[in-house]
């Protein structure tokens, strides 16, 4: 099942997509009937309380950047307002000089997530879908800390939709093309910890709220993005999530930043 979360007719919900209308997912507040995709507001697919990262993941991504292999999955927090939805530019901030793609595959909670075992993981999980870990490398580089360089408005594209229907996560093409050329490509067979275990290692540090974010990291072929470029991440059986990438230019009285 594919999902979406709009707002219409001064509700906000989630809604399913069926053959090219929606349907609410909670009639009870009162939308009974189906409606195109064009008579709603597209909002961003979750609004979580938090957001997990999943670091070198990928041999391949832990070689290019000149890192050891960790022991055990390493994370860190990338805040909801980095959150933007397919369609949206992606800005360039002007404090740093080099932007990178990163392509993953993100999980999204569905219930409270806590000191869960691998097996249990799946009856927790509300679904799959593309993302974009936007990262200013050499603030990553110069700072030593993810704060900032992974922090910036627009630097967590999420999308198309939420897919409920994967059988198994670990067995998912992950690409990511650059003006329509394709510059990064993994699977996520190829996953240090399987997305799985990844939720069970955090439940057991923090709980896992509904509607939160578990990014499980990206494969090698990290890149640099710049203005102009358009931006696609596709994953089997969920779809592509497509995002421009525009300088930010702040005007006088404006964030120049879409509204979350």
């Not at 994370?75 to 959150?83: E, G, M, Q």
């Not at 933007?84 to 595959?105: C, F, M």
């Not at 097996?119 to 900032?148: E, W």
């Amino acid at each position: 099942m594919k999902i979406v979360r709009v707002h219409y007719q001064y509700k906000t919900f989630y809604a399913a997509l069926e053959e090219g209308l929606l349907r609410c997912l909670t009639p009870q507040i009162g939308v009974t009937e189906r409606f195109r995709l064009e008579e709603a507001q597209l909002l961003p697919l979750v609004n979580p309380s938090k957001v997990v990262c999943v670091g070198l993941n990928y041999k391949g991504h832990a070689a290019e950047l000149g890192m050891p292999l960790p022991e055990e999955p390493m994370f860190f927090l990338k805040p909801p307002s980095s959150i933007i939805n397919t369609g949206q530019p992606i800005y360039i901030p002007p404090q740093s000089t080099r932007v990178d793609y990163e392509a993953e595959l993100a999980i999204i909670i569905g219930r409270e997530t806590r000191f869960l075992s691998t097996h249990a993981v799946p009856d927790h999980i509300f679904g799959y879908t593309c993302a974009n870990d936007v990262t200013a490398r050499d603030l990553q580089k110069s700072d030593g800390m993810f704060g900032r360089c992974k922090g910036f408005d627009t630097f967590l594209p999420i999308g198309p939709w939420l897919e409920t229907n994967i059988q198994d996560p670990s067995d998912l093409s992950v690409k990511l093309y650059k003006n329509d050329q394709l510059v990064q490509q993994g699977h996520t067979s190829d996953m240090l910890f399987s997305p799985l275990e990844l939720v069970a290692n955090i439940s057991h540090v923090m709980t896992l709220l509904p509607g939160d974010v578990v990014l499980t990291g990206t494969p090698h072929g990290i890149g640099p993005i710049q203005d102009g470029d358009e931006i696609q991440v596709e994953i089997d059986g969920i779809g592509t999530l497509i995002n421009p990438v525009k300088n930010f230019t702040k005007r006088e009285g404006s964030t120049g930043l879409p509204v979350q």
